[in-house]
């Protein structure tokens, strides 16, 4: 069985990505309410009890608002680095100390024939953290949160098979939008988020002879779109010489509908 994922849910009010093989599943965040999570395991036909962990990138409310409940609920491990769990150890509540597992930054840990790698990203949270998922193979890349992509980032993500891959705001909206500045501020700072432009840019960089599918994620519900992301990801990639539709192909997620149980 191949390595096979779904973003449950992705944006403003909320993220969660599922990822499985034969033998293990993790959820990567849970920034929706128990009842909530459920719903979405409901619609790609899996349980939540079957889980080996939730894998949490950082401690802000839409990644981690229903780690708590769920832990408790079906016996979880949690999965971070000891910063992240200092920052959002009062925000979930009591966690049994069994469940509260260390993933330390730009470490490896495998189950089975599962690899996970993790890497660290600027943003403005304590020790924010994406992974890499690597299956027989196949390469899965997972990064929704980070103001910029150094180079040290990108060489530890390039040449994936698929990526989840953050294309927050679209600049002008974010810049005539009704947020306060100070707000604007931190999303336009290396500590925010990357536009779809910036976004674009990155993933020129990236995307390799094995690349075949990028997922648009984390799209800002007040300063993006969805069909605006796609356009203009589009057109930077084809301004440094990538094709959509022709080298690999670009999806949309949603903030309350998963995508389909794929193939990486």
């Known amino acids: 069985m191949s390595l096979h994922f779904s973003v449950l849910a992705s944006g403003s009010t909320g993220n ?62 949690i999965f971070t680095n000891e910063k992240t769990w200092q920052a959002m150890d009062r925000l979930v509540g009591e966690i049994p100390v069994e469940q509260k597992c260390i993933f330390g930054m730009e470490s490896v840990k495998s189950y089975g024939s599962l690899d996970i790698e993790s890497f660290g990203v600027s943003h403005d949270a304590a020790e924010p953290m994406f992974y890499v998922f690597h299956h027989e193979g196949k390469k899965l890349v997972v990064i929704t949160d980070t103001g910029y992509v150094s180079d040290r980032v990108k060489g530890i993500i390039s040449n994936a098979d698929t990526y989840v891959f953050e294309s927050n705001h679209d600049v002008q909206m974010l810049r005539m939008g009704h947020y306060p500045w100070n707000t604007k501020r931190r999303i336009l700072s290396d500590v925010g988020h990357v536009s779809n432009e910036d976004a674009a840019l990155a993933m020129s960089e990236v995307a390799g002879d094995r690349t ?49 149980l794929t193939a990486v």
Do not use: C, W
């Not at 395991?41 to 780690?67: C, P, W, Y």
């Not at 599918?213 to 993006?224: G, R």
């Open 16 to 77: 969660a990505i599922y990822v499985e093989t034969e033998e293990h599943s993790f959820l990567v965040d849970a920034g929706f309410s128990g009842k909530q999570m459920e719903g979405l395991f409901a619609q790609i036909d899996r349980k939540m009890e079957n889980l080996s962990g939730i894998l949490v990138t950082h401690e802000h409310s839409d990644h981690i608002k229903g780690v708590g409940v769920l832990a408790r609920k079906y016996k979880l491990p």
């Open 212 to 260: 075949k599918s990028i997922y648009l994620a984390h799209l800002s519900l007040d300063n993006n779109m969805k069909d605006l992301a796609r356009m203009s990801v589009t057109q930077t990639l084809q301004s440094r010489g990538l094709i959509v539709g022709e080298q690999f192909s670009l999806y949309d997620t949603d903030p309350k509908i998963p995508t389909a």
